[in-house]
C-alpha cells in the first residue's frame, strides 16, 4: 500500500514536544512530592513509562487466579437452567442444543432442562416447609456475605499490586457478582422467607468491609471465604443445591488468593505481627462464634451438628490464616483448643447426655469432588 505522507511545521512540532515535556516534568514533580509527604499525588498505581501496574507483570499469580478462573468460568444459563439467566453465548447455547439433541428419548426426558416451575415443585417434593426454611436461612448468610464478598473484593482490586494480582482480583469480583445473583434467584426459589443479616453477621461483615487495605483479605479471603467454603461443601450433595459445587470450586479459589499473593509480596514481620492488626483480626474473627451457636437449630434441622461444622470450619480458618502471617493475640493451637473447650462447654450446658469430643476433628464437607478441591487448597505448595 502506498502512503503520501502530508507535510507538517517541523517547527511547530518540535515546539509542541518541548513544551509537553516541561509540563510533563512539572506535572509529574509536583505529584511526586506531594505522594511523598502524603498529601496525594498521583492516585493510580500504575506505572506508564513501565507499562504496568506498581508491582511489576507477576504473571504467575494470575496464571493461578484469572486464567484458570477463565478455564473455569461456569454459566448460570447453562447449570441453573431454572433461573432466568442468558448469558451463554450462542455457540454455548448452540452446543447445548447439540448435546441434547445427541440424547434418545429416554435420556432426554431423564436430563430434561429444569424449568423454574419444575425447579419449585422438586424442592417441595425432596424438603418439608421446615427443611426448606432452614436450608435458607443458613444460605442467606452465605448470600449476603457474597453481597460483602463483591464489595470488599472491589476495594482489594485497588489495594494489590502488579498486573497479574489485578487480574486475579478482577475475575474474584466477577464471580462474587455472579454468586451474589445466582444465589439470591437460588434462595427466592425456595419460597421462605429470606432473614436479615443477624447482629453478628452485621458486625463481623462491617469490620471486614472497614479493614483497612490487605488486612481485607484476612476478613474476607480467609474468614468469609472460609465460612462460604464449608458451607457450601456442607450442603452442595443435597437435593437441588448441586450448583453450590460450583460456588464451592470458585471460593476454593479465592482462599487460595493471599497465600499466592503473599508469595509475591510478602508481610512484612511487622504487618504479620503488629499488636494492633492482631486485635484487629481477632476482632474480625469473633463475631463468627454467636454466629456459629445461632444456626445451631437450622443445621439441626437439615441433620448437621453445627459444633461440628464450627470444629471443621475453626481448623480450616486458623490454617489458612496461619500460613500467610495473619495471626491473632492468640497462638493459633490454643486459639482452636480454647475454642473446642468453649464448643463442649456449651454443649454440656445446653445438651442432654452429651459426651466430650473433639470438635476440631471433624471433616463436614461431604462430596469426593468437594474434599479433593479443598485438599489442593489446603495443601502446602499451590
Ligand atoms: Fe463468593
Ligand atoms: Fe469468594
Sequence with gaps: MKIEPLEVNQRVTEANKLI???????????????????????????????????????????EKHYDKSMRLLWKAEEHAPWSSFKDCTNDEKLLLKMSDESLNEEERSELKRI?????????????????????????????????????VSSEVLNDVKSTGARAAL????????????????????????????????????????????LEKLFGMNVLVEGLALSLFGLMSNMPGLEILKLFHRDESRHTALPVNYFREFPMSRWQKHNPIARAQRLGQLLPALPLIAQIEADMAVIGFDVFDFGGSLIRKISFLAERVGFYTPVPADLFTSSLNELFNLYCRLTRSDFERRNFLEAEMTQGEEELRVEEEVFSASL
Excluded at 36 to 43: E, N, S, T, W
Excluded at 125 to 147: D, F, M, W
Design 115 to 151: 424449568t423454574s416451575k419444575q425447579y419449585r415443585a422438586m424442592l417441595d417434593r425432596e424438603y418439608t416447609p421446615e427443611q426448606k426454611q432452614a436450608i435458607v436461612n443458613i444460605l442467606s448468610l452465605i448470600g449476603h456475605g457474597e453481597a460483602y464478598a463483591w464489595l
Design 20 to 62: 509537553e515535556g516541561v509540563v510533563n516534568r512539572l506535572v509529574r514533580n509536583f505529584d511526586g512530592a506531594l505522594g511523598r509527604v502524603h498529601l496525594g499525588g498521583r492516585k493510580a498505581p500504575y506505572n506508564d513509562l513501565e507499562y504496568e501496574f506498581i508491582g511489576g507483570a507477576k504473571d504467575s499469580i494470575r
Design 170 to 213: 478482577t475475575m474474584q469480583v466477577l464471580e462474587e457478582a455472579k454468586h451474589f445473583v445466582v444465589l439470591r434467584e437460588l434462595l427466592m426459589a425456595f419460597d421462605c422467607e429470606i432473614p436479615r443479616m443477624s447482629a453478628w453477621e452485621y458486625v463481623l461483615l462491617e469490620r471486614v468491609y472497614k479493614a483497612k487495605g
